[in-house]
């Protein structure tokens, strides 16, 4: 069985190496970060940059620990997404949620250019015959996939497999038709609009981050140029008016496909996985807001089998204790997961699809780094031990 490194979030003692950043150390330096990483290496941190209101991301000290390890094994890291919205926006998004170069320690660049179209077309299977993989990724040496873990409206759960499946993959072709919309929709098809059950309530218009839709005397009218089939729209129409056309099986094997795409630009050995279990959300970070985590954290997990470490994933979350006026308490009486009740989706069906297609074992045999090896000194302690004074009674108090 594949091996997946675990460190929980709990910190039993007053100890920096009980700390979740100093374990995270202790957790690359286990798994071997070496053994990925050959000197010189461009290593692409794959992550998500978040959203306008979407603040809940992977933290800051975590992307910067990562960024470190990298480095001291050779490696040339830069943090990177592709456009999800207009591409400044994105940048200037990423660096109110705390990711810049100042912050993490290395670039943060959009994957597929400020555009969107900067992409390199490669077989991805079946249903989607070639996928545009965006050119930063396609030309890196090795990458880092860090996922933050959470429910998705489409594929029931969003970690590793979406990350590289949807956010390796261009927003458009080099025509500027959509490329990672083309999982969203059925081949040649657009969104459908129901009219009789439209409210008007005006969602889909303040939710699409490309200004794609729009009402007009009752009217809806999709400009089919700025439109990257998203399906957010779709998402947040209570009234069921907007539909993306295609099934969820469709939409799940397809999301397998695209990062079996991406995978294939890697020379074997070269991809380490990091899922976060933290601040586990019922929607993905796409979304203009972040809300109640539905669980308790867990941790962190890691692995070079991207199928294992959804799997073990997966069963942790399913496990975990829902966090009161959450998503996840409220639909606890329901049946399944906890991402099955709150998406009605099954989050296991593109994991397996994956495994189906030769990506990872779907056993796994959990290893826990408890805490940082090593004596640790506090610097701070270090350099300013000359300037201690001791304490000495004066007057009514205590001073130096």
């Not at 957790?27 to 603040?55: P, R, T």
């Not at 070639?130 to 489409?154: D, F, L, P, R």
């Not at 409220?330 to 989706?345: L, P, S, V």
Request: glycine fraction near 10%; aromatic fraction near 8%; proline fraction near 4%.
């Amino acid at each position: 069985m594949a091996k997946v490194y675990y460190t929980s979030a709990r910190v039993v003692d007053f100890d920096y190496h009980m700390s979740l950043p100093a374990k995270l150390e202790e957790l690359l330096q286990q798994i071997g970060l070496n053994s990925f990483i050959e000197a010189g290496d461009y290593v692409a941190v794959k992550m998500h940059l978040g959203s306008q209101g979407a603040f809940r991301t992977v933290r800051p000290v975590f992307i910067r620990k990562i960024v470190e390890a990298v480095r001291a094994a050779g490696g040339q890291p830069f943090i990177t997404d592709t456009v999800r919205i207009p591409g400044l926006e994105y940048l200037d998004v990423a660096n109110a949620n705390g990711l810049n170069h100042l912050s993490v320690g290395a670039p943060v660049i959009l994957a597929d250019g400020i555009f969107g179209k900067d992409v390199v077309n490669v077989p991805a299977g079946e249903l989607l015959g070639e996928i545009g993989v965006a050119s930063a990724v396609y030309e890196a040496q090795a990458m880092v996939v860090v996922s933050h873990c959470k429910g998705h409206i489409g594929a029931g759960y969003g970690g590793a497999i979406k990350n590289l499946g949807m956010g390796g993959i261009g927003a458009k072709n080099k025509d500027g038709k959509p490329e990672r919309g083309r999982m969203h929709f059925a081949q040649g098809t657009h969104l459908e609009w129901e009219q009789g059950s439209c409210d008007l309530c005006g969602k889909c218009v303040s939710t699409c981050p490309h200004q794609a839709i729009n009402f007009d005397d009752g009217q809806l009218f999709l400009d089919r140029e700025r439109c990257v089939k998203c399906a957010r729209c779709a998402r947040v129409c209570s009234s069921g008016a907007l539909v993306a056309p295609i099934s969820e099986e469709v939409f799940q094997r397809s999301l397998a496909e695209s990062a079996k795409a991406v995978i294939s630009t890697f020379k074997s050995g070269k991809i380490l996985y990091i899922n976060f279990v933290l601040d586990v959300q019922p929607e993905c970070d796409c979304m203009p807001l972040a809300d109640v985590p539905v669980v308790q954290d867990q941790g962190i997990l890691a692995s070079k089998d991207m199928v294992a470490v959804e799997m073990a994933t997966l069963d942790m979350i399913g496990k975990a204790h829902y966090l009161p006026d959450s998503k996840g308490e409220e639909n606890r009486t329901k049946e399944g997961h906890i991402f099955t009740k709150i998406t009605g989706k099954d989050p296991y069906q593109h994991v397996r699809a994956a495994a189906g297609l030769g990506l990872g074992e779907t056993g796994y045999e959990l290893v826990e780094v408890k805490r940082k090896s090593g004596n640790w000194e506090n610097p701070y302690e270090q350099q300013h031990a000359c300037d201690r004074i001791p304490l000495k009674e004066k007057g009514h108090g205590w001073s130096r």
